[in-house]
Nanobody
Framework: QVQLVESGGGLVQAGGSLRLSCTAS????????MGWFRQAPGKEREFVAA????????SYTDSVKGRFTISRINAKNTVYLQMNSLKPEDTAIYYC?????????????????WGQGTQVTVSS
């Protein structure tokens, strides 16, 4: 079992930046893909970005391409989400998740462990 703890959320004006971090403990971090999902009020949880076990492969939802960057440092058991040019529609709770394999689909079912989430609010 892995424990995931997110940090770095907050309130930012449109056009600003935030960096989310997610630190894992309790399970081999470097063997599994990691992902970020988000859930806005009244909406379903949606995929944001994912990174393979080595960091060599990444995937993004279309709405964040060119603005968000996912990265990981396996020696620190940490995955990051750098968010630039933030928009009010990026407002959501952001969740870190660990994949069931080294790389997989964007489906939430491909991720077996989840953090508690961190709130990101972008004001206009």
């Amino acid at each position: 079992q892995v424990q995931l703890v997110e940090s770095g959320g907050g309130l930012v004006q449109a056009g600003g930046s935030l960096r989310l971090s997610c630190t894992a403990s309790g399970r081999t971090f470097s063997s599994y893909a990691m992902g970020w999902f988000r859930q806005a009020p009244g909406k379903e949880r949606e995929f944001v970005a994912a990174i393979s076990w080595s960091g060599g492969l990444t995937s993004y939802t279309d709405s964040v391409k060119g603005r968000f960057t996912i990265s990981r440092i396996n020696a620190k058991n940490t995955v990051y989400l750098q968010m630039n040019s933030l928009k009010p529609e990026d407002t959501a709770i952001y969740y870190c998740a660990q994949g069931r394999t080294a790389w997989g689909t964007k489906a939430a079912a491909s991720f077996g462990s989840w953090g508690q989430g961190t709130q990101v609010t972008v004001s206009s």
